[in-house]
């Protein structure tokens, strides 16, 4: 098993159009670490994200990736947007959406191979989407769409999953599964939580990243009321 810092941020600064939203910001996030990033909104979450996910080229400040101790250019990372983001009336099944996250494994002018195809089909039965293949994303309940995005994220296998405020179109009867799920695949790749349910955070995480602007790191989560006095209020 792989260890050690996977994602490394050093002194970055980030934003957009000239504005500065994160300012020097330090982070490690370790090959299996299950990391719960918490912050106001506005605050510079989603910003830090498309800075890992490679979306946003930092204003200055370094990102570093590393397999197995060595500098790479870049990581598998797979990614559940947040809800906001999706087009459901873009008509597009629910097998073809979760193949979509092979994409970038695939030749660009050769048809998917079937050990790729055999990976969907994996990912929809450890989904429990068996029998929706076909269906429309517009069709599917919020948390059947969870699962449909949730499956585009991990059927490459990633060293890494980021998951983007999921509470907010999480169908209930599925949200045990999701957690129960997401410590499963904490075994295999890291995983990066964004939520501004801090209970949620606290309850499934390993370590804490409070963003708003600057980024304050805490080690494990049993948080005193003295931090979350100074950080989170």
Avoid at 192 to 218: C, E, F, M, P, Q
Wanted: hydrophobic content about 35%; proline content about 4%.
């Amino acid at each position: 098993m792989e260890t050690g810092p996977m994602i490394k941020l050093s002194h970055i600064f980030g934003g957009y159009e000239g504005k500065t939203v994160l300012h020097d910001v330090n982070l490690e996030i370790g090959s299996h670490d299950f990391l719960g990033i918490i912050g106001p909104n506005g605050g510079g979450k989603t910003t830090l994200v498309k800075l890992m996910l490679g979306l946003l080229k930092p204003m200055s400040g370094d990102i570093e990736f590393l397999h197995h101790g060595r500098k790479t250019d870049e990581l598998c990372i797979g990614y559940l947007p947040q809800y906001s983001s999706i087009d459901r009336k873009f008509p597009i099944s629910v097998y073809d959406v979760i193949l979509s996250g092979l994409n970038r494994q695939k030749s660009l002018f050769r048809p998917f191979t079937p050990e790729q195809h055999g990976l969907v089909r994996q990912t929809i039965a450890r989904m429990g989407l068996e029998g929706m293949e076909q269906r429309a994303i517009g069709e599917l309940s919020g948390g059947q769409m969870q699962r449909a995005l949730l499956g585009r994220a991990l059927v490459s296998n990633p060293q890494a999953v980021i998951l983007d405020e999921p509470n907010t179109y999480i169908d209930k009867r599925f949200e045990t599964k999701l957690y129960s799920l997401l410590e499963e695949i904490n075994g295999e790749c890291a995983v990066i939580l964004v939520s501004h349910d801090i209970s949620t955070v606290l309850t499934h995480a390993k370590n804490i990243a409070y963003v708003n602007g600057t980024l304050r790191y805490h080690s494990g989560t049993d948080i005193s009321d003295g931090w979350m006095k100074e950080f989170l209020y």
